[in-house]
């Protein structure tokens, strides 16, 4: 079966930086569109970015744009996230995703993902 595992969440003071790692195993990374996703306490799970499987193409939620930054690298069956400027409002439990597709598409809906990891804490606090 296919296993998405995050890592990289923590404690970060505001301002600070963090990259997420998400691995997958168990099928074919590179047919896969990925995205970032989180969901804070209280509130419904949201899109964060989203990355084709080619790595062409990308997009973000608007709260992130600019500061955040999704990639990928299918050699490693890898994917990432990397956080800067953070803010107290981006604490949420960070899930990465796949959608299984053959035309290198986007995958933003967070109904649509095929595949989900655990997820993993990041908290932005002083």
């Known amino acids: 079966q296919v296993q998405l595992v995050e890592s990289g969440g923590g404690l970060v003071q505001p301002g600070g930086s963090l990259r997420l790692s998400c691995a997958a195993s168990g099928g074919t990374f590179s047919s896969y569109a990925m995205g970032w996703f989180r969901q804070a306490p209280g509130k419904e799970r949201e899109f964060v970015g989203a990355?084709?499987?080619?790595?062409?193409?990308?997009d973000y939620a608007d709260s992130v744009k600019g500061r955040f930054t999704i990639s990928r690298d299918n050699a490693k069956n890898t994917l990432y996230l990397q956080m800067n400027s953070l803010k107290p409002e981006d604490t949420a439990v960070y899930y990465c995703?796949?959608?299984?597709?053959?035309?290198?598409?986007?995958?933003?809906?967070?109904?649509?993902?095929?595949?989900w990891g655990k997820g993993t804490l990041v908290t932005v606090s002083s």
């Open positions: 990355i084709n499987w080619s790595g062409t193409k990308t």
């Open positions: 995703a796949g959608e299984i597709n053959y035309s290198d598409r986007l995958r933003t809906d967070v109904y649509g993902m095929d595949y």
